[in-house]
């Protein structure tokens, strides 16, 4: 659907490469006709912004849940009775924070989640955007020699770098706690390079340096340079969107065909925004 051809919204593109502004929408009072062009410019773009929005923890599940059903996250420990949601905090004196290095969410999961919806409660006066890279484009850029190496290969995602033994020295210092307790065991799973969207039939990478340990029959020695070229390729700026948030801003990104980075460039002040995630497939 073209952009132009919206009748109940209207969506602003933010970049070339993904991400655009809806307008003229409450999230909490959506029609099946506006929800479905909602969707619509979600395939189209990739990652979609609300501005001026108001959610409380029930109207943030009620939207989530519109776009699938929600995802509980293996490695984030709860901070209250909402288990579904996870509370993305920065506290003025954190020294690390969730999401700095470019990712895919949770990407160790046999199935991983196909989307996720984040809130902003409260934002620093400056600094901390969140950046979006395309991976239909990351994969459309690559040449066709290499292309056609990877359309067949699979690697192995792990979450052994953002939780438990091996991460919790790294990930110290910061307010959103991870599982690091001694009943933790890693999830793991095998997923294609290049992965099909099972809604728009696109073809783009899926690999990430949080979870992306090696690729199947090689080891991580050998895996490295080709993992570090396509995860730098993926991010290059112009395969890029930025976003500036505002309190109440509000966006819903997809996982199976994105990657994100949040900014840390706020020291000495709070950022609270509140997610949740929706279930995916198994990618093929």
Not at 29 to 38: G, K, R, T, Y
Request: aromatic share 10%.
């Amino acid at each position: 659907m073209a952009t132009n051809s919206y009748q109940h919204i209207d969506v602003r593109p933010i970049a070339g490469a993904c991400g655009a502004e809806i307008h003229g929408v409450d999230v909490n009072n959506l029609s099946d006709a506006v929800f479905a062009e909602i969707r619509a410019a979600w395939n189209e773009h990739l990652v979609i912004f609300f501005r001026k929005q108001s959610l409380d923890d029930e109207q943030l599940k009620a939207f989530g849940q519109r776009f699938a059903p929600l995802f509980r996250h293996p490695n984030f420990v709860p901070q209250d009775d909402q288990p579904e949601i996870v509370r993305v905090y920065t506290g003025p004196e954190d020294q690390r924070i969730v999401g700095e290095d470019w990712h895919a969410d949770t990407t160790c999961m046999p199935e991983p989640p196909s989307a996720a919806v984040l809130y902003a409660v409260e934002v620093p006066p400056t600094g901390g955007d969140t950046l979006f890279a395309n991976q239909y484009l990351a994969y459309e850029t690559l040449s066709d020699s290499l292309r056609g190496v990877l359309d067949g290969m699979q690697s192995f995602h792990s979450d052994i770098r953002v939780a438990g033994p091996r991460a919790k020295a790294r990930l110290s210092g910061r307010t959103s706690v991870s599982r690091y307790d001694d009943e933790w065991q890693a999830t793991e799973a095998m997923h294609p390079v290049v992965r099909t969207h099972p809604e728009t039939g696109r073809r783009g990478l899926f690999v990430n340096a949080s979870y992306t340990q090696y690729f199947e029959n090689m080891t991580e020695d050998e895996s490295k340079p080709l993992l570090q070229f396509l995860e730098s390729h993926a991010t290059r700026p112009e395969m890029t969107c930025r976003f500036r948030w505002e309190k109440g801003s509000v966006a819903v990104w997809d996982n199976r065909c994105v990657m994100h980075i949040a900014m840390h460039d706020y020291k000495g002040h709070w950022r609270k925004m509140h997610r949740v995630q929706m279930v995916g497939d198994r990618p093929v």
